[in-house]
């Protein structure tokens, strides 16, 4: 399993603005098996799950990691995640989150949870972020090395790393213009 990957989906669903059935469908585009699935429900559960999910992103972004973990459990113990092993042989056994019989939103949503379990216990409860680019609320995984992510994107990094460079430029220039006396 790759719990990373998971927080990192868990992200994306933060992200998504699941307002419609396509917008579900859009962020399963890469799981063509899942998006045939999914129902109006699926989005509907997906929509308010992903509104408890952000709240563990905020909360890890302020730095409280003791409220990262409350509000991941509260979400643990309010959806039931039921793994089970699936593989024909012996050299093929995995883990897999959901059961068969799971809809679209349980498995979702179990994977999203387990990613963000795995990823607090692992790396830490500080590693999930809200982007910090002006006028962006997305949120990532931060898996840097030295836990230095502050943006979503390269193009909102790139974005606020402009703006500050002009904001130097120009203070720049206002301090080298000579002042007029009265």
Not at 65 to 74: A, F, I, P
Request: proline share 2%; aromatic share 6%.
């Amino acid at each position: 399993m790759d719990f990373v990957g998971y927080a990192e989906r868990a992200a994306r669903l933060v992200n998504a603005p699941l307002d419609g059935r396509d917008d579900l469908r859009a962020l399963l585009a890469d799981r063509d098996w899942l998006a045939e699935r999914c129902s109006e429900r699926d989005r509907k559960t997906l929509y308010r799950f992903s509104g408890g999910l952000r709240q563990v992103f905020e909360a890890s972004s302020a730095g409280t990691e003791d409220l990262v973990v409350e509000r991941l459990n509260s979400l643990l113990g309010k959806h039931a995640i039921t793994p089970y092993i699936a593989g024909h042989d012996a050299q093929s056994w995995h883990l897999h989150v959901g059961n068969r019989s799971s809809s679209v939103a349980q498995l979702l949503i179990a994977e999203a949870l387990l990613g963000l379990a795995v990823v607090v216990c692992d790396i830490g409860a500080l590693r999930l972020g809200v982007c910090q680019a002006t006028g962006c609320t997305d949120v990532f995984v931060d898996t840097s090395p030295n836990r230095s992510r502050r943006y979503c994107s390269d193009r909102c990094s790139s974005r606020a790393n402009v703006a500050a460079y002009r904001a130097r430029r120009r203070a720049e220039r206002d301090q080298q213009e000579p002042k007029e006396t009265a």
